[in-house]
């Protein structure tokens, strides 16, 4: 395996899309052929998921992956020998190692657990550098905001979900602690902090690019209004969630600038860049985008997938082939005016609720994000649903784990919702248990960990 210095995957991200078609066919086929000779060889795991695989293989050839079983073989899975996922986790208990290398060789990453609990990716320099050459080279739509953003003096700050390995929150830290000097440059600010000190904040930084979740910078529109946020950015740039074409409109009236999204995931790094069409046109060098249907069978273009199967060809420490990610999307092969001849994508992505809640005459609002980051970490809930119902009230839906009590574990929900709640001046909901389970939408087949029944 050879390593890969972040001049050398900036210069291979800004040569590729130059490359003819065939070619770029050629350095795909090499850097999967690479990848699982590599994963086969080192990894006792995939030694034994791939017993059956010729040396003249397809992609299609190769079973796929999840999750699940991915993490019950952590210790075979990955292909170092100098960490364990018992150290792993060891390290995770210290909320000071975020942004941190675990034996100064892997930054740690963990997924937000949507689906069950959270996934562990290790992130080797070689893998860090080919991420941060991709998000160099392709994550402005356009070169006119870039220029605008290095002349505005290049600061940033996102409102992230602290408190956690996260992919934003610990990739802003991990080059702070990397590089103290830039500390005025780059800035995170909490998702879970009341609305009033998230303002403080960003008024204090005055970053010239506001970066974080739409449901998070929904509720910033009201203050930006009233006057209560003072900031003057030039782009703002959301992740993690859908952006609907609504909010981005109104983010761009209230703050004058360009807004633009990309698709990520902790397991793949930025799948996809947005273009000026706003079309994600997927980073296809460096990830592979399998659109599938619940089968695993491959889904047509023009149709929407029941969810997507993802190869990175950068992460050669901790493998992810053909790896199931629960996102619906549209694949889409067909020319796009702005001359990127990658294939786009059309995502789905998360549709939660905000919610809202009257306290003394005033309204406050509060993120699903920041709602969600506070139920995931119950220890023992596989999947939740929270919903809103009027006048305070709220229902809570949970699937236990299997051995887990339903009531101990609603009992911690009550107890942290409520104490998170109070923070942001909610003192009167009430939360109510339900024996009901968490449930999928009837027609639409989308699934929502928050809903608010009065809007």
């Not at 050879?2 to 899309?17: D, E, G």
Request: a neutral charge.
């Amino acid at each position: 395996m050879k390593k890969i210095s972040l001049i050398k995957s900036i210069w291979l991200c800004s040569r590729y899309p130059k490359k003819s078609d065939l070619d770029k066919a050629r350095i795909r086929a090499e850097r999967l052929n690479r990848l699982v000779d590599y994963a086969e060889q080192n990894s006792p795991y995939y030694q034994a998921h791939y017993q059956n695989i010729g040396e003249n293989f397809k992609l299609s050839d190769l079973p796929p992956t999840n999750k699940v079983d991915l993490m019950a073989h952590f210790d075979e899975w990955i292909t170092t020998k100098d960490v364990t996922l018992n150290e792993v986790e060891i390290f995770l208990k210290d909320l000071d190692n975020i942004g941190r290398k675990i034996k100064g060789k892997y930054l740690v990453f963990t997924t937000s657990g949507s689906t069950g609990n959270p996934l562990v990716a290790l992130y080797d320099q070689s893998t860090n550098n080919v991420m941060t050459g991709i998000n160099m080279m392709r994550s402005f739509a356009r070169k006119a905001d870039f220029m605008a953003f290095i002349k505005g003096g290049g600061k940033a700050m996102g409102v992230f979900a602290t408190g956690g390995f996260y992919l934003g929150n610990s990739s802003v830290r991990a080059r702070l602690l990397s590089m103290p000097w830039k500390k005025r440059q780059f800035g995170v600010t909490s998702a879970l902090y009341p609305i009033a000190r998230i303002v403080a904040e960003l008024n204090a930084f005055k970053p010239t690019m506001l970066g974080g979740y739409p449901t998070i910078l929904e509720l910033l529109i009201d203050e930006r209004k009233k006057g209560r946020l003072q900031i003057q950015p030039i782009l703002i740039m959301t992740g993690g969630e859908y952006l609907s074409p609504q909010l981005r409109s109104s983010l761009e009236e209230a703050f004058g600038c360009t807004v633009q999204t990309s698709y990520s995931c902790t397991e793949g790094g930025t799948i996809a860049c947005e273009c000026p069409e706003k079309h994600f046109h997927i980073n296809d060098d460096w990830i592979i985008v399998e659109p599938v249907n619940h089968q695993n069978e491959p889904v047509a273009d023009g149709v929407q997938s029941d969810k997507i199967l993802i190869t990175n060809l950068s992460n050669y420490t901790q493998p992810f082939i053909r790896y199931e990610v629960t996102d619906r999307m549209i694949m889409h092969h067909e020319p796009c005016s702005c001359n990127n001849p990658s294939p786009w994508l059309t995502l789905e992505g998360r549709t939660d609720d905000i919610l809202t809640f009257h306290e003394d005459g005033k309204m406050i609002k509060i993120s699903p994000l920041a709602i969600y980051a506070t139920l995931k970490e119950i220890h023992g809930i596989i999947r939740f649903q929270l919903i809103a119902e009027g006048e305070n009230k709220l229902e809570l839906r949970i699937t236990p784990g299997i051995g887990d009590d339903p009531q101990r574990l609603f009992e911690e929900a009550q107890k942290k919702l409520s104490a998170f709640l109070a923070s942001h001046g909610v003192t009167t909901a009430h939360l109510s248990f339900s024996d009901l389970t968490p449930v999928q939408h009837p027609q639409s087949g989308k699934f929502k960990h928050i809903i608010n029944k009065t809007e």
